[in-house]
């Protein structure tokens, strides 16, 4: 069997790039969003958990030592005292005394000579903390780098007259140094854990998704090799549940058109072989007549009576006349057949057309007496379509109805407005054509029972012209036949409206 390559190459690797792309980006994305949360979680923690500090350093160090000495500065052999025990035991904090309108009073941690660093604290996230109880998350200034917002511990103070607050960076400078340093390090290791654990999984999934995603085109690309190899009835089976209905439909629809238009093709082929032994058979039967009858006038021409001249000369007129009208027929049918006739419709009145047609063929009538007549009880008849052409029908038809009517028969033509339409209906009392025949008189080269009366025979081309002109026309034209009672061929063609 040879090698399926479904996906070529190119087109693997590209659906490769897309899906690591992918992958990568997820993955980043992943990252950045665990880092995000996870540093806000251990922030709201530890915020949550030193909620209280501020509150216990004013309850516990205020009590009974003042951090202002009495002109009103801030005592700060006490004050250094207690900062340096608290960020001794906790080094992450950062103690700052504040007035009562935010300004730092005193701080370890602050350089005096540092002229970046604030003199302020908005008040604004202090008090909304002090109201919630320190049960919000909030973020407040952080003195050393203005700008910058960290969690923190408040609570206010009054004492000795003096007002302000205890304010508490839980995420001083050395929790921020220690914090940066693990998060790089915490980082890089879910970066490369991340993309190592991503390439796999991108890997296994990837050659999974594209095993299931060509598993339907697999079974598509075998059924077109096969088709393509000759297997004329292979069709992809359930088109509905494949993962590309349409085109699997597709496929089998135009593999279905294919073989019909082969067969189409096919019996195209076979009917144009018979049509020529058909016509080669037709013209070799009146030649052959014409050449014995003028051989034999030109033999014979001194022993023979005038009248066996004229019976002779008038036999070879009339094969004459075969062979011209069956050359005209296979002519005009060709014409037809091959779509070179473009049908010029046109208002015209098919009452006058029939009563024209019903004059040139009295006389044929006449002589097998038969009647011919004209039912057309509305006045004028008028039809849109291309009068040429209908004549041509309609003296088709006419011909056929009497050359199938014995004498003493009667062929009728009536014309009747039905709705938008004229209908024509062409009857005689004739032999009839039997049920079994019946649908396939308009084929060519069909005649019913090629073994009666000689006399009768055609060519099998008439009604195969009617037949085409009336497709040119878009209608349909219907018989009607009893044998031996008669036939009636009807087709309707627009009426014109004035
Ligand atoms: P043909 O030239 O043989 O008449 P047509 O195509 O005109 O060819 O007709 C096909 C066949 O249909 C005829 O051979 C004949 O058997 C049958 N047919 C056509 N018209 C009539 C009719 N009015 N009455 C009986 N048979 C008919």
Not at 83 to 108: R, T, W
Not at 409 to 420: E, F
Request: charge should be negative; proline fraction near 3%.
């Amino acid at each position: 069997m040879k090698s399926e390559k479904t996906l070529t190459p190119k087109l693997v690797k590209k659906l490769w790039l897309a899906f690591i792309g992918l992958v990568l980006l997820m993955g980043a994305s992943y990252i950045f969003i665990t880092g995000y949360f996870a540093n806000k979680h251990s922030q709201e923690t530890t915020q949550r958990l030193n909620a209280e500090v501020a509150n216990h350093v004013i309850a516990e160090k205020f009590n009974g030592a003042s951090p202002f000495m009495e002109d009103g500065s801030v005592n700060k052999a006490l004050f250094g005292d207690l900062m340096h025990d608290m960020m001794a035991v906790n080094q992450s904090i950062e103690v700052y005394l504040l007035g009562k309108s935010g300004e730092i009073l005193y701080s370890v941690v602050l350089d005096p000579e540092d002229k970046d660093a604030a003199k302020n604290v908005d008040l604004i996230p202090i008090e909304s903390f002090i109201a919630d109880g320190g049960t919000r998350f909030i973020l407040g200034d952080d003195p050393r780098n203005p700008g910058e917002k960290k969690i923190f511990s408040a609570a206010p103070y009054s004492v000795d007259g003096h007002e302000g607050y205890i304010y508490i960076v839980l995420a001083g400078k050395k929790f921020q140094e220690v914090s940066d340093n693990l998060m790089s390090q915490y980082f890089t290791r879910l970066g490369v854990g991340a993309t190592l654990l991503t390439m796999l999984f991108s890997v296994i999934i990837g050659l999974l998704a594209i095993w299931f995603i060509t598993k339907n085109l697999r079974l598509i690309t075998r059924t077109v090799r096969k088709f393509h190899d000759g297997d004329l009835k292979a069709r992809i089976a359930h088109p509905e549940k494949s993962d590309i209905e349409v085109f699997a439909k597709s496929f089998n629809e135009m593999a279905d058109s294919i073989v019909s238009n082969m067969d189409k093709m096919q019996s195209i082929d076979q009917l144009r072989r018979e049509l020529i032994a058909n016509v080669s058979h037709d013209l070799r039967t009146p030649l052959a007549v014409l050449k014995g009858y003028i051989e034999t006038l030109q033999i014979k021409r001194d022993s023979l009576t005038e009248e066996e001249k004229d019976e002779y000369l008038q036999i070879t007129h009339d094969n004459v006349d075969k062979l011209s009208n069956l050359i005209n027929q296979l002519f005009e049918y060709s014409k037809l057949e091959a779509e070179q006739v473009v049908p010029v419709k046109e208002p015209f009145s098919i009452t006058e057309l029939s009563h024209d047609l019903i004059a040139k063929f009295r006389v044929i009538a006449q002589k097998k007496e038969i009647e011919l007549e004209l039912d057309n009880p509305e006045e004028n008849c008028l039809v849109f379509a291309d009068v040429s052409l209908v004549e041509r029908a309609l003296q088709n038809l006419i011909e056929n109805a009497i050359k199938y009517t014995e004498p003493k028969g009667k062929v009728t033509l009536a014309l009747h407005k039905k709705g938008k339409n004229v209908e024509i209906n062409i009857t005689d009392t004739g032999t009839g054509i039997p049920v079994n025949e019946q649908p396939y008189i308009f084929d060519r080269y069909k005649q019913v029972d090629k073994s009666a009366d000689s006399k009768k025979q055609g060519h099998g081309l008439g009604l195969a012209i009617v037949k085409k002109i009336m497709d040119l026309h878009d209608t349909t034209i219907t018989v009607l036949s009893k044998p031996k009672e008669g036939s009636s061929f009807i087709f309707n063609l627009p009426a014109y409206q004035m």
